[in-house]
């Protein structure tokens, strides 16, 4: 139950394309939803949060969508650029806990 | 800010030998987490502390594993004996909660590259 499932586990996008990557969750304690970026050789940043009280959040080309009845949520990534090529890690967090983080997505852009 | 500063970023040990990783948080965080990255396993949690206490050690593998926060700006992840199957990146991050809210940002640290022969 304290699980984030992810997937795909890797990604190939066309540039100019959209990268979607989901992830999945059981336990409804949950109210803070995390994405993190993470490049070769450093450490996972933080890219774009969600709270269970909004469906949407967007900034700039990257974009949360939260469906709290099918405990889903996903990154969108809009105009991919090569640039985007990282690991990407959704999470979730139960109120003043530790985050669970997914496996992890390796999204690669196509020049 | 300088960050989360680890150290050291790369270390090659042979199995048997202990091995000390290091950690100096972001100021005035009051979260500090540890964690271990493979492509198996992708990241795992090993050990967090909230004002240099350990509230949560489940993630520690076994016993050969320890962790330390002596005080607010530093940290110790300590392998004795180490393993080749400890072979992975760690790394430290640090975070405050806002005012009402969940864990918030987690700020990670660069990471030590661990290779055990």
């Known amino acids: 139950q304290q699980q984030v499932k992810q997937s795909p586990q890797s990604l190939i996008v066309q540039k100019g394309g959209i990268s979607i990557i989901n992830c999945a969750y059981e336990?409804?304690?949950?109210?803070?939803f995390p994405w993190y970026q993470q490049f070769p050789g450093k450490g996972p940043a933080l890219l774009i949060a969600?709270?269970?009280?909004?469906s949407e959040k967007k900034e700039g080309r990257f974009t949360i969508s939260f469906n709290k009845s099918a405990k889903q949520f996903s990154l969108h990534i809009m105009d991919s650029q090569p640039g985007d090529s990282a690991t990407y890690f959704c999470a979730a967090s139960p109120y003043r806990d530790k985050i669970i983080f997914g496996k992890g997505t390796r999204l690669h852009i196509l020049p | 800010d300088a960050g989360v500063i680890q150290s050291p970023r790369h270390e090659v040990t042979e199995m048997g030998q202990e091995v000390t990783l290091r950690c100096k948080p972001i100021?005035?965080?009051?979260?500090l987490f540890w964690y271990r990255q493979t492509m198996m396993r992708g990241l795992e949690l090993l050990i967090y502390f909230n004002n240099n206490v350990p509230i949560d050690d489940s993630g520690m593998p076994e016993d050969r594993f320890s962790a330390k926060m002596p005080n607010a700006s530093f940290s110790t992840l300590k392998i004795q004996p180490s393993e080749p199957r400890d072979s992975a990146v760690y790394f430290c991050?640090?975070?405050?909660?806002?005012?009402?809210?969940?864990?918030?940002?987690?700020?990670f640290g660069p990471g030590t590259r661990l290779t055990v022969l």
């Open positions: 100021s005035g965080h009051d979260y």
């Open positions: 336990n409804t304690a949950f109210d803070y």
């Open positions: 991050a640090s975070s405050t909660p806002l005012s009402g809210g969940s864990t918030d940002t987690q700020y």
């Open positions: 969600i709270r269970p009280d909004v």
